[in-house]
């Protein structure tokens, strides 16, 4: 058996070389030339399958080690009975820690008020539960936008995307839908961008297109009031440079990326992959221990100083945001490889769960929001 593999996927080697002979990719470079030989192919996000890129070949088995599935052909798949299998919900943590790390940073930059401000979340999927149950434990105002959801859960809990866009922070965690009552596309568009209020936090680490980037350049370039954040980018790698310097903070597609949310994501497709082979699953990732990983609290520290103290420890957004601006340093034509070799290289990011507090206090308060943020308390 021939396996196909993205180059970039975690712990490739050692989880998939047991089923065969496993050739790696860039998985910008995977083409139908690849394939003809091969029986299993496994991406991440930057690879489109479709009909053109497995037409003709013997791949009877894709899988994606990551969420989303906008870069897939599910219908041509099925159509062709080609297994299919993603990982959902494999860095939603790593993605939830992204944007209160970059909340953090911001409310302490510009001398913010969290507890008197409102979140509103849109997708209310893996990611985005995980966003409103730490909002919540730092006493937040949650406002939730999910229509598809909505409609068929009997929760009183959603709002319309009106309301969302009325908070002091707006985060996005949906998929890419092209078309269809529930279009993501262009969610945050030209019309709507103009209800965003003064100091606005604006996050979006969904999909690129979910955000009109040019509008919201136009935004930003007329009246660049509000606090940005953009890890996810339309035509990326080639980005727009100029909304770029407009935004506060912007990264390169990597809020999803800590090493658990990677190695979670190869040990979803590989428990697939052995379920339709029907193989044993019998390959375990091994976690190394984080050694600097005590936090000491105070008693005098509010909520906004230890999420900062915790992510200082755990991920500094900020040290993201310094990597992707070197990319003024590049040519125009060499700006994308630098948005992809960042992705390529990045460095081992873990989770707050390997983390450990070290508290003299009982604020059950605080309690609740170190064990919503899976911190283990000393």
Avoid at 70 to 75: N, T
Avoid at 119 to 132: E, Q
Avoid at 310 to 318: A, G, H, Q, V
Wanted: proline content about 2%; overall charge neutral.
């Amino acid at each position: 058996m021939k396996l196909i593999v993205d180059e970039n996927i975690v712990l490739g080697k050692e989880a998939f070389e047991s089923f065969g002979q496993v050739v790696f990719q860039n998985g910008r470079a995977i083409t139908n030339h690849c394939l003809k030989n091969a029986d299993v192919l496994i991406v991440r996000s930057i690879t489109d399958v479709n009909e053109k890129l497995l037409k003709e070949t013997n791949v009877k088995f894709v899988g994606t080690a990551t969420i989303g599935t906008d870069h897939i052909d599910l219908d041509y798949q099925k159509k062709n009975s080609i297994q299919f299998s993603s990982a959902a919900g494999c860095n939603s943590f790593s993605v939830a820690e992204y944007v209160f790390s970059a909340i953090s940073h911001l409310v302490i930059k510009h001398n913010l008020n969290l507890s008197n401000m409102s979140i509103g979340v849109v997708g209310y999927g893996n990611i985005g539960t995980k966003v409103v149950k730490i909002a919540k434990a730092l006493g937040m105002k949650v406002i939730i936008n999910d229509p598809p959801l909505e409609r068929i859960s009997n929760q009183n809990i959603f709002s319309p995307l009106e309301d969302v866009l009325k908070c002091d922070i707006i985060t996005f965690h949906v998929p890419l839908n092209l078309d269809g009552i529930d279009k993501t596309v262009h969610l945050l568009n030209e019309q709507n961008l103009s209800n965003l209020k003064e100091n606005t936090i604006l996050i979006n680490s969904s999909r690129g297109p979910v955000v009109d980037n040019n509008a919201l350049k136009m935004r930003l370039k007329l009246k660049n009031n509000i606090h940005t954040v953009l890890d996810v980018w339309e035509t990326e790698p080639n980005f727009d440079i100029d909304l770029f310097k407009l935004v506060e903070i912007g990264t390169p597609h990597i809020a999803g990326y800590s090493y658990e949310g990677k190695i979670n994501g190869t040990k979803i497709i590989y428990d697939a992959l052995s379920n339709y082979l029907k193989t044993p699953a019998t390959w375990k990732p091994n976690f190394d221990k984080v050694v600097d990983n005590k936090i000491e609290i105070s008693d005098n520290e509010n909520f906004v100083q230890i999420i900062q103290k915790l992510f200082n420890k755990s991920y500094k957004i900020i040290d993201d945001d310094s990597l992707m601006r070197k990319v003024f340093d590049f040519a125009e034509d060499e700006r994308g490889k630098h948005f992809d070799m960042l992705r390529k290289t990045y460095r081992k990011r873990r989770e707050l769960n390997n983390y450990e507090a070290i508290i003299k206090t009982e604020n059950s308060e605080l309690l609740n929001l170190l064990k919503v943020l899976r911190i283990n308390v000393l």
